[in-house]
Structures are given as structure tokens and as C-alpha cells.
């Protein structure tokens, strides 16, 4: 099988590659850009986390909430913004820089920025925004949509080809089951690094509890260690948290961004863990039981 | 009973071409290969990879025996790289091939159809059982 790895960073930012037996990467930062001092507080207090854990990493953070369950809800700064932030951070940081886009029009300008571009769970397969991410020939952060089988992502990594792409990552932020409530099948690890591509594990979306709160959606943070070590364990090549300093004060996502004071902690658990399985490769081999059944 | 049989014939004036084959690309899906198969009316489907080479084959019978092994959902299933469950190294002919001896072989390892490639192993297409046992018998012209 063709193990796939893709290089996220374009000009003079550090270069984060993803895939086959790399180190993990981590993605992450607050769900919705708050504010350009926010931002900044966010990509200072990570960066000191990764750099002291020696954890390449992308700066992950959105300008347009578009899937918000209350039109109350926080929206997002808008697309210029937004952008002219993350700008800013890639500048005066050196970081990658990650942002998802809902609706294809803001495609371009979202790449003309961003290293990664990211394409929401519940839009995973619609053509018109894959269309739209391979255009921006930026490496694309696909999330499979919580109602879709792994291996069904097939398709949209079909279309993404079609469409001129090679530099996906396939991430999992958990599986509808019944109403508000996911649950993380980590046979879909294996079955997506089928298609090649390196996967991703959303810890913070994979504990949210969709809508649960009426006209927001609630979470069970506490169970994300747990998720985290075995995503790592089964394996992984990028983790991916939304991080904040303040989560009950969070515009987005309030109930399932982790509190940064806990990043050391769960991405240390990560990276052991990561290194570990790795480490199991060597002396067992890569996993090869029953092979095409 | 007395059977005259045609010896003289080669699998070349009788073959199915590869354009009336169901020669699919090396990223094809299952279910695609499946329904390739379907359109052609041959229980056979050819991967080739970009310069036309074969990959693998996979028939009736292989589809047949992966539903009764495989545990996979069919959903699942379908959406995999045909070429992840053909037989990769097949009994080939070659055009140039007396189709009396082509068809003893057929006979032989027990297949109805086989692929036909030149020397580089390029496929020009398909030899079908009851294509090659009517001309063998002269119910058919070639």
C-alpha cells in the first residue's frame, strides 16, 4: 500500500509533514478566531506547549462558524478578518496555518493564506467545495462527515483527485449514533489509511455531544485522554484539539474545547504513545493480519 | 458420435478486442469493475495500468467466492480497488496461439475466459469459451 506523505507550509514558515511513520503532528488552537490579541495569546501559549514537547504543529482557527445550531450563536469575524489574522499570525510566529471554509467561494482567498485549507465535517462531500480545496493547491484537511462510513470517504478522496489533488489528510471526529451522541469507531483509522493518505483524530469534536443543549451542542471533555491514547495507539499521524484559555468564556464551541492548561498533558500522552507504537512497527512489523478479507 | 474440430484457427480471429472488453483502470472500485462486467457480458474484467499492460483479472467465479469469505460490510466492499482482490499473475494467451491449444488449456485449468497480451504483456483482448468452442466445432465463422 502507497503511504502518502504530505508537506504543510509554503514560504518561509516551518514545514510540518504529516504521514507514514513521522512523528505526530499536532493541529490546533481556539474553534473561531475571537480577536487578533486572542489569536496571538492562543498561537504564544501552544507554540510554548509544542515547542517544549518538540511537537511540529499547525495553528488551526476559523473565521466563518457557518454550522452553528443558534443564528445567536458566535458567526465568526468574516473572511477578511479572519484571514488578515491568520496572515499575521504565519508572519510573526513562523507557523502553518489552518482555517476550514463552508462555502466555495471563499476558497481562493482562504488558500492564498492558509498552508492547509480544511473542509467541515458536513460538507465532506460536497462537490462543490472539494472542487473548491483542490483549486487553492494547498494541502486539504478533509473531515469525515459524522454520518458517513470510512470507508465511503473514498469517494470524496476520489473526487479530490479527480479535481487535481494529492496532499489530503483524512481525519475522524466521531460517528452519529442515534441523536446527539458520537462514537469513535477506531477501526476507521485502518480503513481510511487504506486510500494512502495520513489520518488525523479530532479529540475535542469526537466528544461532543451534537445539539444536546437545545440550540447548542454539548461535550464530555473529561473522556478525552481516553480517546486521545487510543487513537494513538491504533494509529495516527496528526492529532487535532481545539485549545483555549478561557473555554466557558469560548464564542465557540464552548463545551468541548480543551483547556490549554491540560495540553502539556494530553499531547505528551499523545507523542509517548505515538512513539511507542512506532517503536512496535519496528520490532513487529506494520500490521498485516488477514490481509483483503 | 464424430466431432470435426477446426485446428487451424488462431486465438487472434477469434478473440473478443480489448474494445469490447470490460478493461477497466488500475484505481477502479469493485463495484465499477462489477458493473463493467455487466455491460460487456463477459464474466471477466481486465486492470490494466496506464500503457495498457494487465495488472490482474477478476470473474464471476472470484466475486462469487469473495462473498462467501469476505466479513466486510457490501458497502464496504464495493467501494475497494478492484485490483486489491483480482488474480494478479492469470493464465494469459497470445494471438499468435493455435486456438485448439488455447482452449485445451482453458479446459485445463477449468476458466472460461482468458486474457490475451502481447509479448509486453499489453492486453489486446479476451478469449471467450463459447466464442472459441463454436468456431472449433464450425457452428460459427471466424
Known amino acids: 500500500m502507497k503511504k502518502i506523505i504530505i508537506e504543510v507550509g509554503y514560504g518561509s514558515v516551518s514545514k510540518v509533514k504529516i504521514g507514514s511513520n513521522l512523528p505526530l503532528a499536532?493541529?490546533?488552537g481556539p474553534c473561531?478566531?475571537?480577536s487578533h490579541e486572542?489569536?496571538?495569546?492562543m498561537a504564544d501559549l501552544i507554540g510554548n506547549v509544542c515547542n517544549k514537547l518538540n511537537v511540529p504543529w499547525i495553528y488551526k482557527s476559523c473565521y466563518d462558524k457557518d454550522c452553528r445550531s443558534s443564528p445567536e450563536s458566535f458567526h465568526g469575524m468574516g473572511v477578511e478578518d479572519g484571514l488578515r489574522i491568520l496572515s499575521d499570525i504565519r508572519n510573526e510566529?513562523?507557523?502553518p496555518v489552518v482555517s476550514d471554509f463552508s462555502d466555495a467561494s471563499w476558497a481562493k482567498a482562504t488558500g492564498e493564506v492558509c498552508d492547509m485549507v480544511q473542509i467541515p465535517a458536513y460538507l465532506c462531500r460536497q462537490t462543490s467545495i472539494l472542487r473548491a480545496a483542490a483549486e487553492t493547491n494547498r494541502p486539504?484537511?478533509?473531515k469525515k462527515g459524522q454520518f458517513m462510513s470510512p470507508w465511503n470517504m473514498k469517494n470524496s478522496i476520489r473526487k479530490l483527485e479527480d479535481f487535481g489533488s494529492d496532499q489530503v489528510l483524512l481525519a475522524d471526529r466521531g460517528t452519529f449514533m442515534g441523536y446527539n451522541q458520537l462514537v469513535n469507531d477506531m477501526t476507521c483509522f485502518p480503513i481510511m489509511s487504506q486510500t494512502g493518505y495520513p489520518v488525523c483524530f479530532d479529540a475535542t469534536h469526537s466528544i461532543q455531544l451534537p445539539t444536546s443543549m437545545g440550540n447548542i451542542s454539548g461535550g464530555q471533555r473529561e473522556f478525552i485522554p481516553y480517546l486521545v491514547r487510543a487513537a494513538s495507539a491504533c494509529g495516527i499521524n496528526a492529532l487535532f484539539m481545539e485549545v483555549h484559555d478561557n473555554p466557558k468564556k469560548a464564542l465557540s464551541d464552548a463545551n468541548t474545547v480543551l483547556d490549554i492548561k491540560y495540553l502539556e498533558n494530553i499531547l505528551s500522552q499523545a507523542k509517548i504513545v505515538h512513539e511507542m507504537r512506532l517503536e512496535l512497527i519496528d520490532k513487529f512489523g506494520e500490521d498485516n493480519v488477514h490481509p483483503n478479507e | 458420435m464424430s466431432i470435426q474440430t477446426n485446428k487451424k484457427f488462431l486465438v487472434s480471429e477469434v478473440m473478443v478486442p480489448v474494445e469490447n472488453c470490460a478493461a477497466i483502470p488500475e484505481n477502479t472500485i469493485l463495484k465499477e469493475a462489477f458493473e463493467q462486467m455487466g455491460l460487456f457480458k463477459l464474466g471477466i474484467s481486465c486492470i490494466i495500468n496506464f500503457d495498457g499492460e494487465l495488472m490482474g483479472i477478476i470473474t464471476d467465479g472470484d466475486i462469487r467466492r469473495k462473498l462467501l469469505t469476505?466479513?466486510?460490510p457490501l458497502s464496504a466492499l464495493f467501494v475497494d480497488d478492484a485490483?486489491?482482490?483480482?488474480i494478479r499473475s492469470p493464465i494469459v494467451v497470445?494471438?499468435?496461439?493455435?486456438?485448439?491449444d488455447a482452449v485445451t488449456l482453458m479446459d485445463k485449468v477449468k476458466v472460461w475466459d482468458v486474457p490475451v497480451v502481447d509479448s509486453h504483456n499489453k492486453l489486446l483482448g479476451i478469449l471467450h469459451s463459447h466464442h472459441a468452442v463454436s468456431i472449433l466445432l464450425g457452428i460459427k465463422n471466424a
Open chain 1, 26 to 28: 499536532f493541529i490546533g
Open chain 1, 32 to 34: 473561531a478566531i475571537e
Open chain 1, 38 to 41: 486572542h489569536a496571538f495569546k
Open chain 1, 93 to 95: 510566529f513562523g507557523l
Open chain 1, 140 to 142: 486539504i484537511h478533509l
Open chain 2, 70 to 72: 469476505s466479513q466486510k
Open chain 2, 83 to 86: 485490483l486489491m482482490h483480482s
Open chain 2, 94 to 100: 497470445n494471438p499468435s496461439d493455435l486456438l485448439f
